[in-house]
């Protein structure tokens, strides 16, 4: 299941959260647009130790992606967005992972996420007329041109479930991104 | 064989799209005769081995524009000739029937382009940003960047484009640009979204293709550098189709956009020719220069082949083509300077063709200033002065203004249902007048000292009408007594606990800075420790005994530094905010303190309409919210005072002409930040406006920036000795003059 910021039971999560929320919103009005890209300008990309609570979180330097996607994912709701999780495989070199394994491990952080030349990330999307998949890492939409070469995505779920299947997999067509018969495995496949 | 010649070659940082219009051309047309044509060797894509030749014209300045038309329409019945510079363009359309081979849009087709209004964007189903033409009154643009919060593009008719942060920038940008592009500027809001290019082609009203390009990588000047191209369809490939029909284009084109969150489009630029990225296009597979060329020319078709969908610039050095060196147009320094971002001369074509820049218009006589709120009736008639600079006070227009804002806030009161009282703001400018008025219009005062505390009880305020903010209120407390007021807002979160519980006050309150807001003063909620820290703070205070002082929040964000409908978002975040106190400290917010520096026009026109609707929401969002407080300084006393000054010298040259009065920057000391209108006085009494023009007004000190007027026109009639006005001398020009250059003399007023 895709990341998830726990709360402690003080009030030290929640005003933690009120602050994230306040903090977007001010933003967002500012800036003109719905889209929590502050977030990547303020927190480094870097090792978490889970379970992560809010009142840590907020306060880190670095955040990993699945504590970036959920803080969006709440950012994004919070200004009245229907969201969705996003779980994404992606490709790249096994010298590219090895910096990363490394790095993790010196942080006392998980390394599962790391195979060999895949890992794991997460994302979040925004459903409305169109589908869209925004990477708070990258602090970009995330679109066709993610599908091939350096750091290609090979896989892409939605979560939660549409159609009462848990996890929902994707393919790119026609400019969108459009939920697919869960039963194929049609994710890696572009439409032509 | 068929000729192509192409103008605008010039591929440096700022590429013009001659040679990738010729790029494209070749990849289509092996046979085809490709001619560069540009006004200078300094245009590096003359030597690129793409063109079988080149034309090099001498500089514009050189040129007989007569020969050069001919030149151009002998070019264009022989061969084709496809445009690439946009001045060049609006040139040629000036009283020429383009012949057959000319492969660019008409004088009919161009009058859609127009940077003024855009016509096109109706066509297109597009929005355009507002704008604003140079020359205009000072007071006008100061507004425009006021109420845009600061942010906004300055830009040539044609050319260039400068971004801006504040007034400041746009007085750099248009000192820059200004006699670069004689034919005038425009003042253009900033829209925020995502950018976007169309490129398209037509060929006799009949469109022949259109791409999309969405820029992925930029240079530190926003220029394109790598790009996604995908072909435009649907509804906005129809809405094209049917303007190039109703413009009657021909030639190639460019929409540049913007796309804001909520989808809407906003046209920021409509170029009359390709766009420099037009090869991006053509490796993705739609060649419109070829298909251009193929349907002028009569051609079957074109074979295009993608090969990408995405481009990348790189810098690649070539030859340089046999016999055509830089050096071979001697330049001067000046125009080195001036031809090293423009190689093909524009400024020059620029300064040619550009009309008279100005109309010297005479001076509108104010025939009765008392019809019209923008002069003072104190004025009429006004003779006896004595020496001068003199700061004259304005009893009427002060007491008018109270007047409003009194029946402002009453009627605020009435649609919100609540209460709302004014303070008005000392440190603004504590005339005497100014607090009489406060006083007599049962306003509250605010005081950001103990010594502004004074003055207000010297005035016969009560300290129940007394309203503290500020870093160091309690600062110089006589005997270390504090006296009991009606609200005290603390600065930090330190002072909020040091403070806190013995503040004397019927409301204690904290001001606070909200996140993306810069600023020294209130208590930054950017960082979510400070956020905790002040909730805490707020727990402690033991607010929610009986009989304890209530709670309020106070936001003091300048609207000219957001915009002003910026500030009624920041305004709503207040509103949240205090809703998340509330939540978490289990304390009601009783009352929301407004500030703002609103200048009078926004707080008319803008601020004042909206309140009703924002603490309505507020009442709404706040269920123990009582009152708000508004505090207007400048509002109020902006218009107060008018400083009277005689003119001392005038310097006429055959451009322009300067005025030197004995009036000086340290009587008016905030007009660097914020321009004002002057006034001149006739031989027979009577008041005239200063209109726009060519002319400035300098003030007596030996300093360069003791310049109180800039793009004036000087009446004609105007002598030594006579009497002029600099309006808006109440506020902080009063209250920030200061003592310059006068030796022991005392300070004015």
């Given amino acids: ?192 | 064989m068929t000729t192509v010649y192409v103008t605008g070659v010039h591929s440096g940082p700022n590429p013009s799209p001659g040679l990738g219009v010729a790029r494209s051309l070749r990849q289509a047309f092996d046979d085809v005769r490709l001619v560069a044509l540009d006004y200078s060797t300094r245009s590096t894509g003359l030597h690129h081995s793409v063109f079988d030749d080149v034309l090099v014209q001498r500089p514009w300045p050189e040129l007989d524009l007569e020969l050069h038309r001919d030149l151009i329409t002998q070019i264009s019945t022989d061969g084709y000739l496809i445009p690439g510079l946009d001045l060049e363009i609006a040139w040629l359309a000036q009283d020429w029937a383009p012949p057959r081979g000319y492969l660019g849009p008409n004088a009919e087709a161009l009058r859609w382009t127009d940077k003024l209004d855009m016509p096109a964007a109706q066509l297109l189903g597009f929005r355009v940003p507002d704008l604003v033409a140079l020359p205009a009154p000072e007071s006008q643009l100061h507004q425009f960047i006021r109420r845009h919060g600061g942010k906004g593009w300055l830009k040539g008719r044609h050319y260039e484009a400068k971004m801006l942060r504040d007034w400041q920038s746009f007085r750099s940008a248009r000192e820059e640009l200004h006699d670069r592009w004689p034919e005038g500027l425009l003042l253009q809001e900033h829209i925020l979204g995502a950018e976007g290019c169309i490129a398209f082609a037509a060929w006799k009203s009949r469109l022949l293709g259109a791409v999309r390009m969405r820029k992925t990588l930029v240079t530190p000047e926003g220029k394109t550098w790598a790009g996604r191209v995908e072909p435009v369809t649907g509804p906005t490939y129809s809405a094209l189709e049917e303007a190039c029909e109703a413009m009657g284009w021909s030639g190639g084109g460019e929409l540049e956009y913007i796309e804001a969150d909520n989808g809407e489009r906003f046209l920021i630029d409509f170029n009359p020719r390709f766009p420099a990225w037009i090869h991006g296009a053509t490796i993705a597979g739609v060649n419109l220069p070829a298909r251009l060329l193929a349907a002028a020319a009569g051609y079957p078709g074109v074979h295009e082949r993608p090969l990408a969908q995405e481009f990348v610039r790189v810098v690649w050095e070539i030859p340089i083509r046999s016999g055509l060196g830089p050096s071979l147009v001697r330049t001067t320094p000046s125009e080195d300077t001036k031809s090293g971002k423009h190689p093909s001369g524009m400024p020059q074509l620029a300064s040619r063709i550009s009309e008279a820049p100005r109309h010297r218009a005479a001076a509108q006589p104010i025939e009765d200033p008392g019809q019209t709120d923008c002069f003072p009736a104190e004025l009429v008639g006004l003779t006896g002065i004595g020496d001068t600079p003199l700061r004259l006070r304005l009893p009427e227009a002060t007491r008018g203004r109270f007047d409003r804002m009194t029946q402002l806030a009453l009627d605020v009161e009435r649609r919100s249902g609540l209460p709302v009282r004014v303070a008005y703001s000392l440190k603004t400018d504590p005339h005497p007048m100014l607090v009489a008025a406060a006083l007599e219009h049962n306003f509250l005062v605010e005081a950001i000292s103990q010594d502004e505390v004074r003055t207000a009880l010297t005035a016969g305020f009560p300290t129940e009408r007394i309203v503290l903010n500020g870093p160091v209120p309690f600062w110089n407390t006589p005997n270390g007594r504090r006296r009991r007021v009606y609200a005290w807002f603390a600065d930090s979160v330190e002072a909020l606990e040091a403070q806190g519980s013995r503040a004397p006050s019927e409301i204690v309150g904290v001001r606070v800075r909200l996140p993306g807001i810069s600023s020294r003063f209130g208590v930054s909620l950017d960082d979510p420790t400070t956020w905790s820290t002040l909730v805490g703070a707020v727990r402690s205070l033991g607010l929610e005994k009986p009989g304890a002082p209530r709670f309020g929040l106070q936001i003091h964000t300048a609207s000219s530094a957001v915009g002003t409908d910026q500030w009624q978002l920041l305004f709503e975040t207040l509103v949240d905010m205090a809703g998340a106190i509330e939540r978490l400290v289990g304390l009601p917010i009783r009352c929301l303190d407004l500030g703002g520096g609103w200048h009078p026009d926004d707080g008319d026109d803008v601020l004042g309409p909206a309140l009703s609707g924002l603490l309505g929401k507020a009442r709404s969002g706040l269920v123990g919210l009582e009152e708000a407080i508004l505090e207007p300084g400048k509002w109020l006393a902006l218009e107060s005072a008018v400083l009277l000054t005689r003119v001392v010298e005038i310097r006429r040259t055959d451009e322009a002409c300067e005025l030197v009065v004995d009036a000086s920057i340290a009587e008016m000391p905030n007009l660097a930040n914020a321009p004002t209108r002057m006034i001149s006085q006739s031989h027979d009494g009577t008041w005239h406006t200063l209109r726009e023009g060519n002319d400035r007004i300098v003030g007596r000190l030996c300093m360069e920036e003791d310049v109180l007027a800039r793009d004036v026109d000087v009446p004609d009639w105007l002598l030594p000795g006579d009497l002029m006005g600099v309006l808006d001398a109440g506020a902080y020009n009063a209250s920030m003059s200061y003592e310059f250059g006068r030796g022991s003399s005392s300070p004015v007023g």
């Fill in chain 1, 1 to 192: 299941m895709p990341s998830r910021l726990a709360m402690h039971t003080s009030s030290c999560c929640e005003e933690a959260r009120e602050w994230l929320l306040l903090a977007n919103t001010s933003r967002c009005r500012l800036s003109g647009t719905a889209v929590p890209g502050w977030l990547r300008d303020r927190y480094d990309w870097g090792p978490c130790r889970w379970p992560f609570h809010w009142c840590e979180a907020v306060r880190s330097t670095e955040l990993d992606c699945g504590a970036l996607a959920d803080m969006a994912d709440e950012c994004l709701r919070s200004e009245g967005l229907t969201t969705s999780r996003v779980q994404v495989v992606k490709s790249f070199s096994p010298t590219d992972v090895g910096h990363w394994a490394r790095r993790w491990r010196a942080a006392g952080g998980s390394t599962w996420w790391i195979g060999d030349g895949l890992i794991y990330h997460e994302d979040v999307a925004i459903m409305g007329r169109t589908l869209r998949v925004f990477d708070p890492t990258d602090n970009a939409w995330v679109d066709e041109t993610a599908l091939t070469g350096y750091g290609r995505i090979v896989a892409i779920r939605f979560v939660p479930a549409v159609r009462g299947v848990e996890g929902s997999w994707a393919a790119y067509a026609d400019g969108d991104w459009h939920i697919t018969d869960p039963s194929t495995r049609g994710q890696t496949e572009r439409a032509s």
